[in-house]
């Protein structure tokens, strides 16, 4: 089990040395992560999904539409997140309707945002910004995208002083997952935000984070 842990922290640590951006998208088998949210625990539906009026708290992190500071507005029926991030990273969920659904989709509980449109319209599902706050600071982290259609997406990794440290763009997103690694290793990506622009919308599921331990 030592030999394991030891070739799992070797890994990370050889991902995060690689990374020569702030923050690198990069294989998610090359992380060894050691916690995930499923979202299968939490109450869901399938077609428009079962409504999240509030914010999401899950064990590890909380799961919302942006961070306070920050505005929402549309670009079509897609979310569009401008402004600065407010120290400390706090974050909010979106307005009634607008906010976050729980969506049973083959075999699977999945996190889907709702656009301006708002639940429980199809042409709103999937096209709402999310965002998630860690309880603790991470220097890397994984999720999967569900329902993509290959459109655009964007991640904006951010501290917990509210500075973004990096802004990436996906490669086009389908039912993929994506790693996430902080350049040098550094522990401080405390929060990310998603927004897409798929003509079809997407959601996300197997969010993985947390440090393997280090051996004595």
Request: charged share 20%; hydrophobic share 40%.
């Amino acid at each position: 089990m030592r030999h394991e842990v030891a070739i799992a922290c070797w890994m990370t640590a050889s991902a995060a040395s690689a990374c020569e951006a702030p923050v690198c998208i990069v294989d998610p088998d090359a992380l060894a992560l050691t916690r995930i949210i499923t979202f299968d625990d939490t109450r869901a539906t399938r077609g428009p999904g079962h409504p999240i009026k509030d914010l999401l708290v899950m064990q590890g992190a909380v799961f919302g539409e942006r961070f306070a500071g920050q505005e929402v507005s549309g670009t079509g029926d897609h979310d569009q997140i401008t402004g600065t991030a407010l120290p400390p990273l706090t974050v909010l969920p979106g307005a009634d309707g607008q906010n976050l659904s729980i969506v049973y989709f083959r075999g699977n509980n999945i996190l889907n945002g709702y656009g301006i449109a708002g639940y429980p319209r199809r042409h709103a599902q999937g096209e709402g910004a999310i965002s998630a706050l860690f309880d603790e600071d991470q220097s890397a982290l994984a999720f999967q995208i569900r329902g993509g259609e290959d459109g655009p997406a964007r991640v904006a990794v951010l501290a917990r002083d509210g500075t973004v440290i990096a802004e990436l763009d996906l490669p086009p997103p389908g039912e993929y997952e994506y790693g996430f690694v902080r350049a040098g290793g550094v522990a401080d990506i405390a929060g990310i935000l998603i927004t897409n622009r798929d003509p079809q919308g997407l959601a996300i599921d197997n969010v993985r984070f947390g440090k393997a331990p280090e051996l004595g």
